[in-house]
C-alpha cells in the first residue's frame, strides 16, 4: 500500500484510510467545554472569549447523562438546546458527546450488574467515570437510549459539527470479569476458535491439566492460585478490545443511521492505553482522533509527544487526525504536576499538528472549580484572562489560523517501526525470563534515536507491506506470526534493511513458541539461532566491545549466516556476538541481543542507516524536529526548537509561513517554531 505525493512516496498512506471529514474549516481549535458546571450567565462570557481565542469547536455533554436523562426514559434537553444555539450564533462547532462513559446513578440503582468486576471479584462502584461492564445488557440498552435521543434531536443542529461517541475507551477500566462478560467471552471465543477441541488446542490445556469438556467451563482469567494460562490471558484481552469496540459500533451505527453524513469519532490514546487494540479500532471511525498528555517529569518528554503522534497518524493510515485533548499547563494526576513552562504549550501543539493532525483540542476550555479536576490546567484557567496562559491561547489561536491551508496535507515519513499491542501484551505477561521485558521502553530508545537522527517515523502493524521504506525497526516482536515474519523476510530478501532486537519472533498467536531455536519465526532472516537466553540480575551490567554496555538481557548467539559487528566482553555470553549483521537476498537483517542504551545502540542504527542508504541529517542542529507535510499544492517543513538557544536552519526556496527568516536561514527562536512554505 502506499501513494505520491508531489512525486514522493508516501509509502504507509492507506487507500482505505478514513479522511478527516470535520464540518470545521481550516484548522480546528478547541477544547472539552463542560458549561454544566456554571451558570448560564458565565456561558455568554465563554463564548465571547472563544471567539477572541479563534476556537472553532468545543467537546460537549461528555459526562452529562445524569443531566441529560435524570430518570429512566425522562429527558432534559433545554439547557443543551440554549447551549448549542449559542454555541452557532457565535459560529462555533459542537463535537457533542455521547455520554456514556458516565452513567446515571439510577442505572446503577436499578440494574446493579452494569457495575464491572474486577479479575479478584472485587465489584467497582458508582462515584468516579467509566464504570461499568461492557457486556451488561442493561448498559448497552440505556446507552443506545441515550445516543438515539440525543441524535434524534440535533442531527439537524446547525451547530453539530461532529459526535464524540463517550471518552477514552478501555481507561481506567479496560475489562470486567463478571458472569455476563464471562458469557460474551465464551461467544467471542466460539468465533474466533469454532469448536472446542481448537480452543483447548489453542490454550495447550494439556499443561496442567486445564483441558475442557464443556463451554460452561470456560471462564475468564480471573484470580487463580497461580499464573494463569498465558493464552487465555491474551484471548482475554484481544476479547476486552473487541467487546468495547462493539459499544462504539452500536452507538456510531444508530448516529450514522439517524444523523447522516455528521463524522463520528472517539478519542484513543494511542501509546497509554494498553488496553485497545487501535489498529483493529481506526478503521471503524471517520476520524482518527486522540489524547496526549505529556509525563511532566520525564526528560525528553517532548519525543514521547512526537511519538505519541506519529502512531496516532499511523493507525490513521497515514490521513490528518485530530488531537482531541491535551493540557495547556499541568494536569493533576501525576505525583507531581509540573506546569509547561512559557513556549512549551505552543511547541507542543506545533509538534502534533507537524505529524499531521487537523485539530489541536484541550481538556478543558474553563478550568473547574469543583470535583477532582479542579487543579488540572484549562484554557481559561482560575487566573483568568490576565494569565500567561490564556495569553498563549490566543496566540495559539492566531497561529493555527495563519496554517490554515496546510489542512489536509500528509507527513513525509522516511522510515517505518513495527507496533503491535497483541506482542506489548503477550510480551508483558507473567513468567517471561525476566520481568524487566519492557516493550514501551525497547520502542520508546528505537524511536529517540531516529528522532535525534531527525528521521520521521511511521509505525506498521506487523503482517502489513513496508514497501517504501528503506529501513524497518523491530523492537522486542516477541509474538511474530508466521505471516509477520514472511513480510519481513520477504521485504529483507528484496533489499530493505532491517533492526530487530532481542526476544523477537518467540512465539505465534496463541502464545505458543514456535518450532525449533530462537529467535523462532526471524531465524531465516536474521542468520542467527540463539542457544540460551541469558537475563541479567537487576542492576547487573555487561561489557561490550567498543567499550558501551548493556543490561537486563543477553543472549548465546550463534552465528548461521550473520556476521558478528560487536561482541560481548564479559558477562554470561562473554567472547559472543552480542549485534549481528547477516546479508540476507539483496538486503541487510541486523540483530541486537540485549538491551544497550541509546548511547551504545546509535552507533548500530547508524550503520544500519547507511546500509539502507538514508543520509544522516548532519546539517541540522541537535534537538530541533523538522518534519515534513505535503499538500496537493506545496510541500511545508515545520521546525521546533528544543534548545534554549536561537537556531538557523537552511529556508533557501521557502516562504514563511510563521516564524522569523534571516538571509537565507530560518532563525528560530529558543524554544520556539517556525513553519514554512517549500515554494
Ligand atoms: C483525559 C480525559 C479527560 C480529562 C483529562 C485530564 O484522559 O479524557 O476527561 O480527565 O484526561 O488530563
Known amino acids: 500500500m502506499g501513494s505520491v505525493v508531489r512525486g514522493r512516496a508516501v509509502p504507509g498512506l492507506r487507500a482505505d484510510a478514513p479522511p478527516t471529514p470535520v464540518g470545521i474549516d481550516g484548522m480546528v481549535f478547541g477544547g472539552d467545554y463542560n458549561p454544566e458546571q456554571w451558570p448560564e450567565h458565565v456561558w455568554l462570557e465563554d463564548v465571547e472569549l472563544m471567539r477572541r481565542a479563534g476556537v472553532n469547536l468545543v467537546s460537549v455533554g461528555i459526562h452529562s447523562w445524569a443531566l441529560l436523562e435524570p430518570r429512566p426514559g425522562e429527558h432534559d434537553f433545554g439547557w443543551l438546546d440554549r447551549l448549542l444555539d449559542l454555541l452557532n450564533g457565535a459560529g462555533i462547532g459542537a463535537n457533542l458527546a455521547t455520554p456514556t462513559v458516565a452513567p446515571p446513578a439510577w442505572l446503577y440503582r436499578a440494574h446493579p450488574d452494569v457495575r464491572p468486576v474486577d479479575h479478584n471479584g472485587v465489584v467497582l462502584e458508582l462515584g468516579s467515570r467509566a464504570t461499568f461492564c461492557p457486556s451488561a445488557p442493561a448498559y448497552r440498552a440505556a446507552a443506545l437510549g441515550i445516543t438515539t435521543a440525543l441524535a434524534e434531536r440535533y442531527a439537524e443542529h446547525p451547530a453539530l459539527a461532529m459526535w464524540h461517541v463517550h471518552n477514552e475507551y478501555g481507561a481506567p477500566v ?57 493464552a487465555q490471558r491474551l484471548d482475554f484481552l484481544r476479547f476486552c478490545s473487541d467487546e468495547l469496540l462493539d459499544c462504539f459500533r452500536a452507538e456510531r451505527d444508530v448516529l450514522h443511521e439517524r444523523s447522516p453524513g455528521v463524522p463520528v469519532t472517539t478519542n484513543f490514546m494511542t501509546t497509554n492505553c494498553k488496553s485497545i487494540d487501535y489498529w483493529r479500532w481506526a478503521s471503524e471511525v471517520d476520524v482518527v482522533a486522540n489524547d496526549h498528555y505529556l509525563t511532566a517529569e520525564a526528560d525528553r518528554n517532548h519525543v514521547d509527544l512526537a511519538m505519541s ?76 484572562t490576565r494569565s500567561r496562559v490564556w495569553h498563549d491561547v490566543v496566540r495559539l489561536g492566531g497561529h493555527l489560523a495563519g496554517l490554515e491551508e496546510l489542512r489536509g496535507s500528509l507527513v513525509l515519513a522516511d522510515v517505518a517501526v513495527l507496533w503491535d499491542w497483541e506482542s506489548w501484551w503477550a510480551l508483558e505477561l507473567d513468567w517471561r525470563p525476566s520481568s524487566e521485558l519492557d516493550y514501551r521502553d525497547r520502542v520508546g530508545a528505537f524511536y529517540e534515536l531516529l528522532w535525534d537522527a531527525h528521521l520521521t517515523v511511521d509505525f506498521v502493524r506487523p503482517g502489513t507491506g513496508l514497501d517504501g521504506y528503506p529501513l524497518v525497526v523491530v523492537p522486542s516482536l516477541y509474538l511474530t506470526t508466521p505471516a509477520a515474519a514472511a513480510v519481513l523476510t520477504e521485504y529483507v530478501r528484496g533489499g530493505g534493511t532491517l533492526v530487530v532486537s532481542y526476544f523477537s519472533g518467540i512465539v505465534d498467536a496463541n502464545d505458543t513458541v514456535h518450532p525449533g531455536p530462537f529467535p523462532g519465526a526471524l531465524r531465516e532472516v536474521l542468520g542467527v539461532e540463539v542457544e540460551e537466553v541469558l537475563p541479567l540480575r537487576a542492576g547487573e551490567r555487561v561489557l561490550l566491545d567498543g567499550g558501551a554496555h548493556a543490561d537486563t538481557w543477553a543472549e548465546e548467539v550463534l552465528l548461521t549466516g550473520a556476521e558478528s559487528v560487536v561482541r560481548y566482553v564479559d ?108 515554494t
Open 174 to 230: 479496560g475489562s470486567c470479569y463478571c458472569p455476563e462478560s464471562a458469557a460474551a467471552f465464551r461467544r467471542w471465543l466460539r468465533r474466533r476458535h469454532g469448536d472446542l477441541a481448537t480452543l483447548n488446542s489453542a490454550w495447550g490445556t494439556t499443561f496442567w491439566g486445564q483441558r475442557y469438556g464443556e463451554w460452561e467451563e470456560v471462564e475468564p482469567p480471573r484470580t487463580s492460585g497461580t499464573t494463569v494460562n498465558p
Open 309 to 384: 503522534a506519529d502512531l496516532t497518524r499511523s493507525v490513521a493510515g497515514g490521513r490528518p487526525w485530530m488531537l482531541m485533548e491535551h493540557s495547556t499547563s499541568a494536569v493533576n494526576w501525576q505525583p507531581r504536576n509540573v506546569a509547561k513552562r512559557p513556549g512549551e504549550m505552543v511547541r507542543n501543539s506545533v509538534t502534533h499538528v507537524a505529524r499531521g493532525a487537523d485539530a489541536v483540542m484541550f481538556f478543558q476550555w474553563r478550568a473547574s472549580r469543583f470535583g477532582a479536576e479542579k487543579f488540572h490546567s484549562a484554557m481559561l484557567p482560575h487566573s483568568g
Open 571 to 678: 558477562g554470561p555470553s562473554a567472547g559472543g556476538p552480542a549485534v549481528t549483521r547477516h546479508r540476507f537476498g539483496a538486503g541487510i537483517a541486523w540483530y541486537v541481543s540485549t538491551r544497550m542504551d541509546t548511547a551504545a545502540l546509535g552507533p548500530v542504527l547508524h550503520d544500519a542507516c547507511v546500509d539502507a542508504g538514508i543520509d544522516p541529517r548532519v546539517d541540522l542542529p541537535a534537538d530541533v524536529e523538522v518534519v515534513r507535510r505535503a499538500g496537493a499544492d506545496a510541500e511545508y517543513l515545520f521546525v521546533v526548537n528544543h534548545n534554549d538557544h536561537a537556531v538557523r536552519v537552511d529556508a533557501r526556496g521557502t516562504e514563511l509561513l510563521s516564524g522569523r527568516t534571516c538571509g537565507p536561514d530560518l532563525l528560530v527562536a529558543p524554544g520556539g517554531v517556525a513553519v514554512v512554505r517549500v
